[in-house]
């Protein structure tokens, strides 16, 4: 057993890897939904927002599961690009979009308490 297992690390940790993880699937699936949808939707400047968020997410949840020194810096922006986000999606006032928004919104705060650690 290694000290990088969820057991050892702190909870606040354990939920934000949960929340990063489900912020890039959420962003993903949002991107399928957006580019089936067309117009506005299917914008490159949104769906290139809605890609980094995806990626940075992963990178972030991946930073704190390998106990990488640096993963304050990586949730830090981590937490900028899902507010980012979640205000791009939020201005679509659709179901879809606000619930992305919303995981978005979730993720940027547990990235943002861990960056402030």
Same mark, same amino acid.
Do not use: F, K, W
């Given at each position: 057993?290694?000290?990088? &297992?969820? /057991?050892?690390? !702190?909870?606040?940790?354990? @939920?934000?890897? =949960?929340n990063c993880t489900q912020c890039h699937a959420i962003?993903? /699936?949002? $991107?399928?939904?957006?580019?089936e949808k067309g117009g506005k939707h299917a914008a !490159?400047?949104? $769906?290139?927002?809605?890609?980094?968020? %995806? =990626?940075?997410?992963?990178? &972030?949840? &991946?930073?704190?599961?390998?106990?990488? *020194? #640096?993963? !304050? #810096? $990586?949730?830090?922006?981590?937490?900028? #690009?899902? @507010?980012?986000? *979640? *205000?791009?999606? /939020? %201005?679509?006032? @659709? !179901?879809?979009?606000?619930?992305? *928004? /919303?995981?978005?919104?979730?993720? %940027?705060? &547990?990235?943002? %308490?861990?960056?402030?650690q």
């Open positions: 057993m290694t000290h990088h &297992s969820a /057991e050892h690390r !702190p909870q606040a940790m354990n @939920d934000c890897i =949960d962003c993903l /699936e949002t $991107i399928n939904y957006c580019l !490159p400047e949104h $769906i290139a927002l809605l890609t980094s968020c %995806a =990626d940075i997410c992963a990178t &972030s949840a &991946s930073a704190m599961l390998r106990g990488s *020194a #640096v993963h !304050p #810096v $990586i949730c830090g922006a981590c937490a900028q #690009v899902c @507010d980012q986000c *979640a *205000a791009d999606c /939020e %201005a679509m006032a @659709d !179901p879809e979009m606000t619930h992305c *928004a /919303e995981i978005c919104r979730r993720c %940027a705060q &547990s990235c943002a %308490a861990m960056a402030a």
